[in-house]
T-cell receptor, first 112, second 116 residues
Framework: DAKTTQPNSMESNEEEPVHLPCNHSTISGTDYIHWYRQLPSQGPEYVIHGLTSNVNNRMASLAIAEDRKSSTLILHRATLRDAAVYYCILRDLMDSNYQLIWGAGTKLIIKP | NAGVMQNPRHLVRRRGQEARLRCSPVKGHSHVYWYRQLPEEGLKFMVYLQKENIIDESGMPKERFSAEFPKEGPSILRIQQVVRGDSAAYFC??????????????FGEGSWLTVV
């Protein structure tokens, strides 16, 4: 799997939108972009995934650059419960690779 | 966390003892994965099991670690003769089928092992 690059940490104010960037300049055409988050002392939780088009679900939106070399996870209105480490992970469609390669993620700090 | 149950949540063992971690996957899921997470790091894959079969254990240390997923009952990750370096969070995950990019994988809340 191709690697991803994320900022170590980000801060945001409560009830404001948050944009979490992820760079994946070596992404291949068959790589899906997955986002998970991990709250303190919890297991990772699936957030969203996409291939080429922007995606929305009840938790977040995923904006994928046209060249797919970067993506942004958007939390539309952050709450204190969104404070977590967010992981951007690539998974190859053509490969049954379940060995998710986890980086250090972005620690999101929400200020009340 | 979508129904993956792990126990114990916290386990303390003295060096040389055995640690046994259990994982019950989401009902109906036949694929189980174990990961280890050291402090301030991302998860590292350890082993992938289906019922009664080990599919891939390439991430497992060659000695002292073993895993099983019997026909009946939970998956077990067993660590013999624990050392301080085994102290970590161990996460179990499950999926209904082989994990491909369209499928999500569901994680348990983890078991925190502390070796003293």
């Amino acid at each position: 799997d191709a690697k991803t690059t994320q900022p170590n940490s980000m801060e945001s104010n409560e009830e404001e939108p948050v944009h979490l960037p992820c760079n994946h300049s070596t992404i291949s055409g068959t790589d899906y972009i997955h986002w998970y988050r991990q709250l303190p002392s919890q297991g990772p939780e699936y957030v969203i995934h996409g291939l080429t088009s922007n995606v929305n679900n009840r938790m977040a939106s995923l904006a994928i650059a046209e060249d797919r070399k970067s993506s942004t996870l958007i939390l539309h209105r952050a709450t204190l419960r969104d404070a977590a480490v967010y992981y951007c992970i690539l998974r190859d469609l053509m490969d049954s690779n379940y060995q998710l390669i986890w980086g250090a993620g972005t620690k999101l700090i929400i200020k009340p | 966390n979508a129904g993956v149950m792990q126990n114990p949540r916290h386990l303390v063992r003295r060096r040389g003892q055995e640690a046994r971690l259990r994982c019950s996957p989401v009902k109906g899921h036949s694929h189980v994965y174990w990961y280890r997470q050291l402090p301030e790091e991302g998860l590292k894959f350890m082993v992938y099991l289906q019922k009664e079969n080990i599919i891939d254990e390439s991430g497992m240390p060659k000695e002292r670690f073993s895993a099983e997923f019997p026909k009946e009952g939970p998956s077990i990750l067993r660590i013999q003769q624990v050392v301080r370096g085994d102290s970590a969070a161990y996460f179990c995950a499950s999926s209904p089928g082989q994990v491909r990019s369209g499928n999500t994988i569901y994680f348990g809340e983890g078991s925190w092992l502390t070796v003293v």
